[in-house]
C-alpha cells in the first residue's frame, strides 16, 4: 500500500517564474501548507534533457493541441490559419518544441516536495494549466494571466511559472531524471506531528 503521508512529487519553477523574483512566494505556499522540501537546486536544463522530461506520447501531444485548439475556438479564430494546422497531433509537436526551447532558454529552480498526497495537493496549490482560468489564492491565478491564443499567436509556450508532476507515476520518473538519490534528504519538520498526525 502506497504510503499517501509521504508522497514525493517533482515541482520546477520555470524560467518566468525565476526571472520574475517570485521562487521564495512559490516555495512559501508549499511550505505553509505543510509539504516539505526534500532536494533543491538551480539547473540550466539543456533541450536534450527536457527531450527526456516532456513525453513524446500521442495523449501528451494530443492535450497541448486540443487545448490550443479550443482556446482559438472560444477566441473565434482559425486555429488552421493561426498555426497552420487543425490537426491536435501537429499542433501539439509544434507547443512542445516552443516549450523545450523556452524552460532551456534560462535557469530554473526545481524541488521535491514531501507530504500527505503530494502530488494532488502541489497541483491544487499551483492552479490550472492556463493561467487566465487558474483560481485566485493559486500560484497561477496570483501571478500570471496568460493564455493559449496569445501564446500560439506569438509562436511560444504559455507562460505558467511552474511545472507540477502530475500523477504519482509521473512524479518518480521525474524525480529521478532531475535528482540523484544522494541530493534528496531525509529529516522531520517541526510541525509534521501536527500535520500528519505522526
Request: aromatic share 8%; net charge negative; hydrophobic share 40%.
Amino acid at each position: 500500500m502506497p504510503d499517501v503521508r509521504h508522497e514525493r512529487t517533482l515541482i520546477f519553477i520555470k524560467p518566468d517564474g525565476v526571472q520574475r523574483g517570485l521562487v521564495g512566494e512559490v516555495l512559501r505556499r508549499f511550505e505553509r501548507a505543510g509539504l516539505k522540501i526534500i532536494g533543491l537546486k538551480m539547473v540550466q536544463a539543456t533541450p536534450d534533457f527536457l527531450e527526456k522530461h516532456y513525453p513524446q506520447t500521442e495523449d501528451f501531444l494530443r492535450t497541448l493541441g486540443g487545448k490550443t485548439r479550443e482556446a482559438f475556438a472560444a477566441a473565434g479564430l482559425d486555429v488552421k490559419e493561426q498555426t497552420g494546422s487543425d490537426d491536435p497531433l501537429a499542433i501539439g509537436r509544434a507547443v512542445r518544441g516552443w516549450l523545450i526551447d523556452y524552460v532551456a532558454s534560462s535557469p530554473v529552480v526545481a524541488f521535491v516536495l514531501e507530504g500527505i498526497q503530494a502530488v494532488g495537493t502541489a497541483r491544487k496549490l499551483v492552479g490550472d494549466t492556463l493561467p487566465f482560468r487558474a483560481a485566485p489564492g493559486t500560484i497561477r491565478g496570483d501571478f500570471s494571466i496568460d493564455s493559449p491564443t496569445v501564446a500560439n499567436l506569438q509562436r511560444r509556450p504559455v507562460r505558467n511559472l511552474i511545472h507540477a508532476s502530475g500523477t504519482v507515476e509521473e512524479a518518480d520518473f521525474e524525480i529521478g531524471l532531475w535528482f540523484r538519490p544522494e541530493e534528496l534528504f531525509a529529516y522531520r519538520r517541526v510541525d509534521e506531528v501536527l500535520i500528519q498526525g505522526e
